[in-house]
Every structure is written in C-alpha cells, then in structure tokens.
C-alpha cells in the first residue's frame, strides 16, 4: 500500500457498509477484522466479534517481524460491550441474511421481489423461522433495500440472542428515524443502538446493534420501521 514502510502494519476492525470496507469479497460478514503486514499484504483475517486474545497474538508477531520494539508480551484486558460481544453459538439459530436482491433468501412477501423499481409489498400472517418480509413503498436492489415513503417495515423471524443490522442513511449527513418491535411490542431487550422506548437515528453505514436479549432464547418476530424514507438496509447478522 502506497505510503506505507516495511516497518508498519495496518489494522482495519470495520463495522461499516460494505462500500467502505477493504477490498475483500463481497461475501465477508460484518464486523471483520484484517492485519495487513508492511507490504499491503492481509496476514491475519478474522470475522466477525470474538478472538480477542488470539488477534493480539498476531500483531504482536507483525511487529516483531516487522522489526518493532519496546512493547511487551502481555495481553490488553479486553472487556467486549455491544456488538463486539461474542456471538452466542450455543442458541444461534438464524444465520446473516441480505436483503439485496444479489444475495437474498427466504423473502416471504406476498407475491415475487420487484426488481430496481418502487413496490407496494404487503406482509403475510405468520412467518416461518428466518422468513423476512417488507411491508410498505420499497425500492429493492442488488446490494440494498431502501424504503421510498416513511414507515415502511422490515419484519424478521430470528432465534438468537442479538439481532444487528448493517444500514444507514443512502445521503450522507440525512439521518433517519427509526424504531424496533419484538413480537410487535417495543421491549427492553433493546440493544446498544436503540433508546428504551424502541427508538433509534442513524446517521451513517454501519452495523446497528438492534436486539440484545438474555435468559433462554425462542423463535421471535422483530420488525424495523423507518419513521422516515431515504435509510438504505444491506445485511442482518445474528450473535
């Protein structure tokens, strides 16, 4: 990488949309972490939260490589908050899920996705396990989903103990209302981006903390709704 020297290494820890992540394949899931070594060369490569420890190991072998001194062998006390918590394997049953048209699955709106172009999407009764669905004026495209009108839904069947989204305003500096609904009451099982009433703004691309739950895990229906239009939503990941 242009005005790097063999002496240095990049870290890049991203929980941003993927139009401003590193050059990796479309497929790496959000958070991601990637040690580059002096060279611009990805050594180290880790998705998603956890690993803390292990990922210390290897920039503390980057540098020493690299020539580096004057830093000790000891590990930093890392107390993960948020979305950086490891996710809960054990009660993981809904895995990341896009909603673009390029990598979507399970969409469960009446009738077939309208391609590139303003829809009216109404949404089912009931949903099966992992199904999602949008309600409202929509705009679906490869990479993204935007709602064209306000209050226009997403709605998902997960089963784990976080829910998170990547999403954002599609202007920079416009942000958007929001508020989230667990089984279509707001809950106080929110996560780290929402307030205590459901309700949230965002002002960039990111990856949102929505749902942080506790106790024993059930299939539960959680809906988005975009108090204002012009949000963009890329990809639900789970923890």
């Known amino acids: 990488m242009a005005g790097m020297d063999s002496g ?6 991203t929980r941003r949309a993927p139009s401003e992540t590193l050059p990796v394949k479309a497929s790496s899931p959000w958070p991601a972490l990637y040690l580059l070594d002096g060279n611009g060369r990805i050594r180290h490569t880790h998705l998603g939260e956890g690993a803390y420890e292990q990922s210390e190991r290897n920039i503390q072998r980057l540098l020493k490589d690299a020539g580096a001194r004057g830093f000790g062998s000891n590990l ?3 107390e993960a908050q948020g979305a950086e918590v490891a996710a809960d394997w054990a009660s993981l049953k809904s895995l990341e899920s896009y909603v673009g048209y ?3 699955e399970n969409f469960a709106s009446r ?3 309208a391609v590139d172009e303003r829809y009216v999407y109404a949404a089912p009764e009931r949903l099966r396990l992992n199904q999602w669905v949008l309600s409202g004026d929509w705009t679906v495209s490869q990479g993204a989903t935007a709602p064209n009108k306000p209050n226009g839904r ?6 784990a103990r976080d829910l998170n989204l990547v999403m954002g305003p599609a202007q920079r500096g416009a942000p958007v ?3 989230v609904l667990v089984d279509g009451q707001p809950r106080a099982a929110h996560g780290v981006d929402v307030e205590d009433q459901g309700t949230g703004t965002v002002v960039d691309q990111r990856l949102d903390q929505l749902i942080r739950q506790s106790g ?3 299939d539960r229906q959680f809906t988005i709704e975009f108090l204002d239009a012009g949000a963009e939503a890329f990809v639900f990941a789970f923890g």
């Open 76 to 78: 930093v006390s890392v």
């Open 102 to 104: 390029g990598r979507a």
């Open 177 to 179: 209302r929001f508020r």
């Open 216 to 218: 024993p895990m059930a």
């Open 111 to 113: 009738g077939s996705a």
């Open 154 to 159: 997403i709605t998902y069947c997960f089963h």
């Open 8 to 13: 240095s290494i990049l870290v890049s820890h």
